[in-house]
């Protein structure tokens, strides 16, 4: 079994590595793109994600605002961060994970949809010039 440091350190540089690769998407694209992965779950429309892994990621935010610390820091010093640390490092690899997966699938279905012609934008009833 690992230990908690070096997996604190391979989600990050995992994560590090998918996010920062020549042109791929930046954090803030990842970040953005949350809410709209979060409402494609729930439509049903993208099943790349479960609902239970963003309920889990928006827990572990949770923990992470939260004033109230199972682990103190104040009482356990250093090793009170390391919960903290392993539950942030895993919801930075799960952020850039999920987005990573969703995005693509965007721009799959972005791909698929026919321009748009001007049969496709007529209003009937407007007279096409």
Do not use: C, K
Request: proline share 7%; net charge neutral.
């Amino acid at each position: 079994m690992a230990s908690p440091r070096m997996t604190i350190i391979r989600n990050l540089v995992n994560a590090l590595r998918l996010a920062s690769r020549p042109g791929g998407p930046s954090m803030v694209e990842r970040l953005t793109a949350l809410p709209r992965l979060a409402r494609a779950v729930a439509r049903g429309e993208y099943t790349g994600a479960t609902t239970g892994r963003l309920l889990m990621m928006v827990g572990a935010l949770g923990w992470l605002l939260s004033p109230i610390d199972l682990l103190p820091e104040a009482v356990l010093g250093v090793f009170g961060l390391v919960d903290d640390a392993m539950i942030a490092s895993w919801l930075v690899a799960a952020v850039v994970t999920e987005t990573e997966g969703f995005l693509g699938w965007e721009r799959g279905i972005a791909a698929q949809e026919p321009a748009a012609s001007p049969a496709a934008t007529t209003v009937p009833g407007h007279v096409v010039g």
